[in-house]
């Protein structure tokens, strides 16, 4: 069974860091693309960034320049680097994984989620 397990979320003030990490366990055989979405109250559940197993990535508008994401694909795991926080940045972020899994085959998993708060 395939899982995936986030941490580092919690309470910063407005300028400050947080670093968020998203590992997967389980039988996997490979994972192609990790990535990092969030949700605010009363809002859809957006992009933050994602990044492929080459290490090739992608933004959003809002967090360009001031978000990194990275992956240690030798731990199955995946980092967002947050600087620079907002008050906007405030919400649940979820970790999610295109993968293959060998008695499963090829499907996307999500993390349980983990909250992040930005005071003025």
């Known amino acids: 069974q395939v899982q995936l397990v986030e941490s580092g979320g919690g309470l910063v003030q407005a300028g400050g860091s947080l670093r968020l990490s998203c590992a997967a366990s389980?039988?996997?055989?490979?994972?192609?693309?990790m990535g990092w979405y969030r949700q605010a109250p009363g809002k859809q559940r957006e992009l933050v960034a994602t990044i492929t197993s080459g290490s090739s990535t992608n933004y959003a508008d809002s967090v360009k320049g001031r978000f990194t994401i990275s992956r240690d694909n030798a731990k199955n795991t995946v980092y967002l680097q947050m600087n620079s926080l907002e008050p906007e940045d405030t919400a649940v972020y979820y970790c999610?994984?295109?993968?293959?899994?060998?008695?499963?085959?090829?499907?996307?998993?999500w993390g349980q989620g983990t909250q992040v708060t930005v005071s003025s």
């Open positions: 999610n994984a295109e993968l293959f899994a060998p008695y499963s085959g090829y499907a996307n998993y």
């Open positions: 389980g039988t996997i055989a490979s994972i192609n693309v």
